[in-house]
C-alpha cells in the first residue's frame, strides 16, 4: 500500500462489550471448525470397520473408553450447536429473527436446545444398549 | 466503444457479471445454505443408523452398514459433509490468514484434507457394502 492514503479502519473484536450473540457466532465457528476434524472420527471408525474385527475392536474399544466417551459427548454437542446455530441462520436468511428480542431468544435456545438434545441423545444412546 | 460512466479500464463483460474485486459472486453462500440443508436432512437420517450401531459388535456393525438404504445415506451425508466442511474452512482461512503464500497453501491443503477424508470414508462403506 506504498504511497496510499491512510484509510479508517473498521473497529475489531476488542472494542466491544462481550454479548451473547456475539458469543454464539464465534462458538458457531469454533464448532464448525472442531466438527471439521471432529469427520476423521466417524471416517476412522469406517475404515476399522471395513479393515478387519480386530481394528474395529481397537477403534470401538478406544472410542468407548472415558476419555473416547468424553471426546464423543463433546463432538455430539458440537454437532447439535452447528446444526441449531445453522437453522437460526436459515430463519435469519428469510429475514426474520433480527430484532433485540428475537435474537437474544434464538441464542438462548441455541445453548438450552444444543445441551438438552445431546443428553437425549445418550440417553437414548444408553436406552438402546441397555 | 463508448465512454460512458465507469473506468475504461473495465470491460462490458466484467460490469455485466458485476462481480467486484472479490472476483466472485454468492455462489459460495448459496452452496454453504444448500449443503447446509442436506447436511440437517442427512444427520437426521442417519442418526437412528448411529443409536443402533453404537456398541455393537464387527460383524452386527457390518451387517447394518451393508445394508444399501444405510449406504447411500451415508455417502450422501460424506459427500454432503466434507463439501460444507471445505468450503467452511476456506472462509476461516480468508479471515485469519494474511500472508497470500500462506493462504493459498492452506486453502489447498483444505481442498487435499477433505477430499481425501471424503474419499476415505467413501471407500470404506462400498468395501463394507460390497462385502470385501
Known amino acids: 500500500m506504498a504511497g496510499a492514503a491512510e484509510r479508517p479502519l473498521s473497529p475489531h473484536l476488542q472494542i466491544y462489550r462481550p454479548m451473547l450473540t456475539m458469543m454464539m457466532s464465534i462458538v458457531h465457528r469454533i464448532t464448525g471448525v472442531a466438527l471439521y476434524f471432529g469427520t476423521l472420527l466417524l471416517v476412522i471408525w469406517l475404515i476399522a470397520a471395513a479393515s478387519s474385527p480386530e481394528a474395529f475392536d481397537l477403534v470401538n474399544g478406544i472410542y468407548g473408553s472415558w476419555i473416547g466417551l468424553i471426546v464423543l459427548v463433546g463432538y455430539s454437542w458440537a454437532l447439535i450447536h452447528h446444526a441449531i446455530g445453522g437453522i437460526r441462520h436459515f430463519i435469519w436468511d428469510t429475514g426474520a429473527g433480527f430484532g433485540p428480542e428475537a435474537r437474544e431468544l434464538m441464542a438462548k435456545l441455541t445453548i438450552g436446545g444444543s445441551i438438552g438434545l445431546t443428553v437425549l441423545l445418550w440417553i437414548a444412546i444408553w436406552l438402546v444398549k441397555g | ?132
Not at chain 2, 479500464?9 to 452452496?31: K, Q
Not at chain 2, 451425508?77 to 490468514?97: A, C, K, P
Request: include cysteine.
Open chain 2, 1 to 132: 466503444m463508448s465512454t460512458s460512466s465507469g473506468s475504461s479500464m473495465r470491460t462490458p463483460r466484467r460490469r455485466v457479471a458485476g462481480l467486484g474485486s472479490a472476483r466472485s459472486g454468492t455462489g459460495h453462500f448459496w452452496l454453504q445454505r444448500v449443503t447446509a440443508l442436506s447436511n440437517l436432512i442427512l444427520i437426521l437420517i442417519a442418526l437412528p443408523i448411529v443409536i443402533c450401531v453404537a456398541g455393537q459388535g464387527h460383524a452386527a456393525t457390518v451387517a447394518t452398514l451393508g445394508h444399501p438404504l444405510v449406504a447411500i445415506v451415508l455417502l450422501l451425508l460424506l459427500f454432503s459433509v466434507t463439501f460444507h466442511m471445505r468450503i467452511g474452512m476456506q472462509v476461516v482461512i480468508e479471515d485469519y490468514v494474511h500472508s497470500e503464500g500462506v493462504k493459498v497453501l492452506a486453502l489447498i491443503a483444505n481442498t487435499f484434507f477433505t477430499i481425501a477424508v471424503g474419499s476415505a470414508g467413501a471407500f470404506a462403506i462400498l468395501k463394507i457394502s460390497f462385502g470385501g
